[in-house]
C-alpha cells in the first residue's frame, strides 16, 4: 500500500514535470526569436526567473514579476533572495550548456521543489538561462485527493477479491469443513454420517472415499452389533437352559438331605425326577458342544457310499416301538426300498432323520400320521418327514432353524430348540439343502438332499 503510494507520488511528480518542460521551452523559443517573452509572468502556477551568465537578472519578459505577494499568499517563502539561492546551484550546469530538469530538496526553500532550466543563446552563444521553479507542495493537496481514491479502490479491489475468493474456495472449504465435523461423528461411533460430494476434482474425491469409508464402517459396525446380539443371545439362552434344570436339582437333592422326605414312594419319585433333569442336562451340554463344533467349521464330515434305502430302514426300526407308544402311525414309502446309492455321510444323516422324526412325533397328536418319504432329482436323493400334526405358522417358518428358536415357548419341557439348528449345520456341512414346507392345522413337512455316488 505504501509502497504503492510512493511509487505513484514519483510517477505523478514526473508526469507534472514533463507537462511544465514545454511550457519553459515556448518561453525560451519567444526569447530566442524575439529577444523578449510576452508570457505574464504573474499568471504563472510557477515561477520563472531568467539570469545571464554573470548571474544578474535578465530583462527579458515584457510583464515582469512585480512582487512575490502577488504571485500568492501561500507562496511566501519565496522571496527573490530564497529563488535565487535555490536556482544558483544549477545556473553553472545550464550556462554550459546543459538542460537541467530536477526535483530536489533546495536549500531555501522548505520540501521538495522541481527546478527546469534551459540556456538562452544568441548567435550561437549562450548568454544565460530561464528557470522554472515549482514547490512539489503544490501538487501534494492534489496528491492527498488522489491518495483517498487511490485507497479507496485498493480496499475496494480487496474486498472483491476477498468476495470472488470466498466463492471459488467455498466449494473447496464446505465439504472440507463437512468432513472434519463427520469425521468426528464417525470417531464418536455414529457411521451414519454422510457428506455431500460437490466440490473441485480431489475433494470430491475425497468426499467421494469418505462415503465410501462410512458406508464400510456403518456395515462392519452393524455387522459387529449383529454379532454382538446374537453372542448376547446366545448367552442368555444357555444361561437359561442349564439354570432350570440346575436349581431343580439342587432343590431336590436339599430336601432329600435335609431328610424331610421320609415316604419311600416320594423319595423314588424325586430321584426319578432327577434322572431326569440329569439326562435332560446331559443332552442339553451335548447339543451345544455338537452345534459349536459344526459352527466353527473344523468339523470335516467324512463321506462314503452310503446304501440311504438301508439307513432309512434302520431308523425306522428304532422309531416304530415309539410310534405305538404314542398311537402315531409311522409310515415308510414303497419307493424308499429302491434307492441309489449315494455319497454322504451315514452317522450325520442318521442324526439328521432323527431330528426330524422326533419333532413330528413331538408336534403331532394321537392317532397321527408321519411319513417318511423320498424322490430323485437332479442327482439328488431328497428324503422327506412329513406329519398330520399342528404345523408351524408362516411367520415363525424364518426361525426355526435358529438356535434356541421355539414357536411355543412355553413348552420348556419338549426341548431347548437345537434340534433344527443342528440339522441345519449338519446338511450345510455336507453341501446340501434342508427346507420345510408346513401348512398351519394341517401338518408339516422336513426335505433334504443326499448326493447320489457317481
Ligand atoms: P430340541 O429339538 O432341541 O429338543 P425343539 O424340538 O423345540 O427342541 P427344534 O427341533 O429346533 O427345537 O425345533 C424348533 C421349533 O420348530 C420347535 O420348537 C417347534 O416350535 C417347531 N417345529 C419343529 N418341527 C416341527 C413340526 N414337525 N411340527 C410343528 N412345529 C415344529
Ligand atoms: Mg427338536
Redesign the pocket.
Known amino acids: 500500500m505504501f509502497v504503492g503510494r510512493f511509487v505513484i507520488e514519483k510517477y505523478y511528480i514526473n508526469i507534472k514535470v514533463d507537462e511544465l518542460k514545454p511550457e519553459l521551452q515556448n518561453i525560451i523559443d519567444e526569447i530566442n526569436s524575439k529577444g523578449k517573452s510576452n508570457v505574464n509572468l504573474n499568471r504563472l502556477p510557477f515561477i520563472v526567473k531568467a539570469y545571464d551568465i554573470y548571474k544578474n537578472e535578465m530583462n527579458v519578459f515584457e510583464n515582469p514579476f512585480k512582487s512575490i505577494e502577488e504571485y500568492g499568499e501561500d507562496k511566501e517563502p519565496y522571496f527573490e533572495d530564497n529563488i535565487k539561492k535555490s536556482i544558483e546551484p544549477f545556473m553553472n550546469e545550464v550556462f554550459s550548456g546543459e538542460e537541467i530538469k530536477k526535483i530536489t530538496n533546495l536549500e531555501a526553500i522548505e520540501g521538495t521543489s522541481i527546478v527546469l532550466g534551459i540556456p538562452i543563446k544568441k548567435d550561437g552563444q549562450i548568454i544565460g538561462g530561464v528557470f522554472l521553479l515549482k514547490p512539489v507542495s503544490d501538487y501534494i493537496s492534489a496528491l492527498n485527493g488522489f491518495n483517498m481514491v487511490f485507497l479507496f479502490m485498493s480496499i475496494l479491489i480487496l474486498v472483491i477479491i476477498l468476495i470472488l475468493l470466498y466463492f471459488s474456495i467455498k466449494p473447496l472449504i464446505i465439504p472440507l469443513k463437512d468432513m472434519a465435523y463427520s469425521a468426528k461423528k464417525m470417531a464418536q461411533g455414529d457411521y451414519s454420517v454422510r457428506i455431500q460430494e460437490k466440490g473441485y476434482g480431489e475433494v470430491e474425491e475425497l468426499a467421494n472415499s469418505f462415503n465410501i469409508l462410512a458406508i464400510n464402517l456403518e456395515e462392519a459396525s452393524k455387522l459387529a452389533e449383529g454379532l454382538e446380539k446374537t453372542r448376547r443371545e446366545y448367552v442368555a439362552n444357555i444361561s437359561h437352559e442349564l439354570r432350570t434344570p440346575i436349581a431343580s436339582l439342587r432343590a431336590m437333592s436339599e430336601t432329600l438331605l435335609d431328610g424331610m422326605i421320609n415316604d419311600e414312594q416320594e423319595k423314588q419319585r424325586y430321584y426319578q425326577i432327577m434322572l431326569t433333569e440329569s439326562i435332560r442336562l446331559q443332552r442339553l451340554i451335548n447339543?451345544m458342544l455338537e452345534l459349536s463344533k459344526l459352527q466353527s467349521g473344523n468339523a470335516y464330515l467324512e463321506k462314503s457310499t452310503v446304501d440311504i434305502s438301508k439307513l432309512i430302514n434302520l431308523v425306522y426300526q428304532k422309531f416304530a416301538g415309539i410310534a405305538d407308544d404314542l398311537g402315531i402311525e409311522l409310515k415308510l414309502k414303497n419307493d424308499i426300498k429302491n434307492l441309489p446309492l449315494t455319497y454322504t455321510n451315514a452317522e450325520r444323516i442318521e442324526q439328521v432323520l432323527i431330528?426330524l422324526l422326533?419333532?413330528?412325533f413331538?408336534?403331532t397328536q394321537e392317532g397321527g400320521v408321519v411319513t417318511i418319504s423320498s424322490n430323485i432329482d437332479n442327482e439328488k436323493v431328497i428324503i422327506s418327514v412329513e406329519?398330520t400334526?399342528?404345523?408351524?405358522k408362516k411367520e415363525?417358518i424364518p426361525y426355526?432353524f435358529e438356535r434356541f428358536?421355539?414357536?411355543?415357548k412355553s413348552r420348556t419341557t419338549?426341548?431347548?430348540?437345537?434340534?433344527?439348528?443342528i440339522a441345519k449345520q449338519i446338511i450345510e456341512a455336507l453341501d446340501e439343502k434342508i427346507w420345510v414346507e408346513?401348512t398351519i392345522g394341517k401338518g408339516?413337512k422336513?426335505s433334504f438332499t443326499i448326493g447320489i455316488k457317481k
Open positions: 447339543d431330528i422326533d419333532n413330528a413331538k408336534f406329519d400334526g399342528e404345523g408351524i415363525d426355526i428358536y421355539k414357536v411355543d419338549q426341548g431347548t430348540g437345537l434340534g433344527l439348528a408346513s408339516t422336513f
